[in-house]
Structures are given as structure tokens and as C-alpha cells.
T-cell receptor
Framework: EDQVTQSPEALRLQEGESSSLNCSYTVSGLRGLFWYRQDPGKGPEFLFTLYSAGEEKEKERLKATLTKKESFLHITAPKPEDSATYLCAVLAAGGTSYGKLTFGQGTILTVHP | DTAVSQTPKYLVTQMGNDKSIKCEQNLGHDTMYWYKQDSKKFLKIMFSYNNKELIINETVPNRFSPKSPDKAHLNLHINSLELGDSAVYFC????????????????FGPGTRLTVT
């Protein structure tokens, strides 16, 4: 069964203090790994798609990387407005989860000014 | 210009009632989804439609019935509501269905918080 585990569950940073969020996955062949941001009371907002190990994507202070077992979301010099829950999801190339996104439980990021 | 919209935003109702949630997308996408987010924040897919055809139907009680009148709309009707149905329900859409091979990103609506008392 496909599994996605995110760590830590919660992360508190000071403004400007860089850090990384982890997404470990077990999947029957990876078709894509997605990162989303979710603000309280809102729907997930798409950030990145990664397709193969070694791939990296950047957007402002965020950089996502992918290996064969995990993905990292690096946050450089975060600001309070980066506070949100970050969700990771995988799309399997086969198995019972084929064609469906399997989400992790998310990492709640809080950035203090 | 809202891409994926849902109504209502909040829904409070009593056990045994029947309720509906509506979803509309103006992105021109072919595929739409319903997800349930429980209290632990896990998002789980319930249904997916591609061009008005049901393509994903997870293990969901048959009290839940989706309907897609056209590509831009996907509604969710719930019969005989139970306490365990309380959750946030999200509608989403994507350009195509990942059953066809592509890893399409999905765009989510704002959610409907359903509370059953």
C-alpha cells in the first residue's frame, strides 16, 4: 500500500531561519510528487510537481528536491507569511492507488517575526 | 476570478438529514474530484469524474452520491447524514485524468465544512 509520511508534524521558525520539511514515500512506481500549501480555512494551493529523482524546482523562498525515497521542501529565510500547512502527495504509476493522489498528513509551519 | 468554487462554505445539519454541496470550476478542466479532509488533516479522495464520466469511486458509503451535469460542475449529495460525516469536503479539478498517464496538478476549492449534530 502506498504511504506518504511527512516530518516534522510541526515546525516553528524565527523569521530568516532557514529549514527543511521532509516527505518520505513508498509507492508502486512514482509518476509524480506534488507539494501544496494550505492556509487555515482554505483549500490546498499547488506549489510544485517533481517527476524523477534529482529534479529540483524553486519558487521564491521555496525549493523542492526529490530522491527515490523522499522529497525535501527547503525554505530559505522564511517570512511570517510563509506560515501554513505544507502537504506532500504522490501519484503512483501502478498498484491500487494508480491514478489517485495519496497525501501525507502535512507539516504545520509557523514563522515568528 | 475564482477558479474552483464551492457552496456552501459552512453546513450545519442534524443527523438523518440529506444535504448537497455544489462545485464549479472555470478553468476549462476535464477532470473533477471530491476529497474529504478529516480532523487529522488527511486528504482522501472520494470520487473523480472525467468528462462527466465517473472514473474513481473509493470505498465510500453509498449514502454519498456525486453527480456531474457537465464538465464544469460536480455536486455531492449526502443522504441520511451521520456524525462521522463531519469533515471538510474539498472539490478539485485538473486539466486531465491521471489515469491517462500524465501527472496533472489539481486545483482545489475553498472547502465546505460540514458539521453533523
Amino acid at each position: 500500500e502506498d504511504q506518504v509520511t511527512q516530518s516534522p508534524e510541526a515546525l516553528r521558525l524565527q523569521e530568516g531561519e532557514s529549514s527543511s520539511l521532509n516527505c518520505s514515500y513508498t509507492v508502486s512506481g512514482l509518476r509524480g510528487l506534488f507539494w501544496y500549501r494550505q492556509d487555515p480555512g482554505k483549500g490546498p494551493e499547488f506549489l510544485f510537481t517533481l517527476y524523477s529523482a534529482g529534479e529540483e524546482k524553486e519558487k521564491e523562498r521555496l525549493k523542492a528536491t526529490l530522491t527515490k525515497k523522499e522529497s525535501f521542501l527547503h525554505i530559505t529565510a522564511p517570512k511570517p507569511e510563509d506560515s501554513a500547512t505544507y502537504l506532500c502527495a504522490v501519484l503512483a504509476a501502478g498498484g491500487t492507488s494508480y491514478g489517485k493522489l495519496t497525501f501525507g498528513q502535512g507539516t504545520i509551519l509557523t514563522v515568528h517575526p | 476570478d475564482t477558479a474552483v468554487s464551492q457552496t456552501p462554505k459552512y453546513l450545519v445539519t442534524q443527523m438523518g438529514n440529506d444535504k448537497s454541496i455544489k462545485c464549479e470550476q472555470n478553468l476549462g478542466h476535464d477532470t473533477m474530484y471530491w476529497y474529504k479532509q478529516d480532523s487529522k488533516k488527511f486528504l482522501k479522495i472520494m470520487f473523480s469524474y472525467n468528462n462527466k464520466e465517473l472514473i474513481i469511486n473509493e470505498t465510500v458509503p453509498n449514502r454519498f452520491s456525486p453527480k456531474s451535469p457537465d464538465k464544469a460542475h460536480l455536486n455531492l449529495h449526502i443522504n441520511s447524514l451521520e456524525l462521522g460525516d463531519s469533515a471538510v469536503y474539498f472539490c478539485a479539478s485538473s486539466q486531465g485524468s491521471s489515469y491517462a498517464g500524465e501527472a496533472y496538478e489539481q486545483y482545489f476549492g475553498p472547502g465546505t465544512r460540514l458539521t453533523v449534530t
